[in-house]
């Protein structure tokens, strides 16, 4: 998986790589699951799609992550993997988004962290020509 786990005292952040902005946001959407359920106990028996549109990419990434944690709360879906299609004007940036998973059964899935959500707290940002890498810390 391309995250690592940051040390912080009662939040737990990640910090997450990609080759482009869409692969930053397909690592940042599976390791937002891996770090809530072992993904490896999801079957995919349904897709969710969406689009999320932000001014900027560090409320888009945000808004992105709190979508990922919304679903699992409120829609009890789990995800196994997400794809994502990432898109920039010259005024926003979009996501479209597919989460192939299934809903989510207490007798097969183990949750190893509940996420109340992601924060601006310490968040960084960082793009290169190589690679994109985002820092992002999650209340617990």
């Known amino acids: 998986m391309k995250y690592n786990l940051l040390d912080d005292t009662g939040d737990l952040g990640i910090e997450v790589k990609g080759e482009d902005f869409s692969k930053l946001f397909e690592n940042l959407g599976n390791s937002v699951y891996d770090i809530i359920l072992k993904r490896e106990d999801v079957f995919i028996s349904k897709v969710d799609r969406g689009v999320l549109k ?35 004007s010259k005024n926003f940036f979009v996501v479209y988004y597919k989460i192939f998973g299934e809903r989510l059964d207490p007798s097969r899935h183990f949750i190893k962290n509940v996420l109340k959500a992601a924060t601006y707290h310490n968040f960084e940002m960082f793009e290169s020509k190589k690679y994109k890498k985002v820092k992002i810390y999650f209340d617990l």
């Open 54 to 88: 932000e001014d900027s990419l560090e409320d888009l990434l945000i808004k992105f992550s709190n979508m990922i944690i919304y679903k699992f709360e409120c829609g009890r879906f789990v995800g196994k993997m997400v794809k994502v299609d990432f898109r920039r």
